[in-house]
């Protein structure tokens, strides 16, 4: 099985465990996808927001810094990550981060 199969096969796994709540082992099968390929940037964005509904908030800002550092023009991306950081208590960075969602969301680019 290819890297890319593997990958793919693993984060269907890991989306089909969030939706039924099993938040624990889909953290562990993102994981996997991101110790895979490190550019997926599929896997970061739900690792982050799978930490996140875990509680896992430090992590959870990693992994969406990660998902915005792969897709810096990603509105979804910087629109969790600000989440992240209001769940974190910082807000000079969720105002950040909200910024460059907004400015996405009117057509701009931020990287």
Do not use: C
């Not at 992240?84 to 807000?91: F, H, L, R, S």
């Amino acid at each position: 099985m290819s890297d890319s199969v593997q990958r793919d096969a693993l984060y269907d796994e890991a989306s089909g465990l969030v939706a039924i709540g099993e938040l624990e082992e889909a953290v562990k099968l993102y994981r996997q996808t991101v110790e895979i390929d490190p550019g997926f940037f599929d896997g970061w964005h739900a690792l982050g927001m799978a930490l996140m509904k875990s509680g896992s908030i430090k992590e959870a800002i990693g992994a969406g810094l990660m998902a915005t550092t792969i897709n810096p023009n990603d509105l979804l991306a910087w629109t969790a990550l600000s989440q992240m950081y209001v769940k974190n208590g910082q807000i000079a960075e969720a105002e950040d981060a909200k910024g460059k969602a907004r400015i996405l969301s009117l057509g701009g680019r931020v990287g």
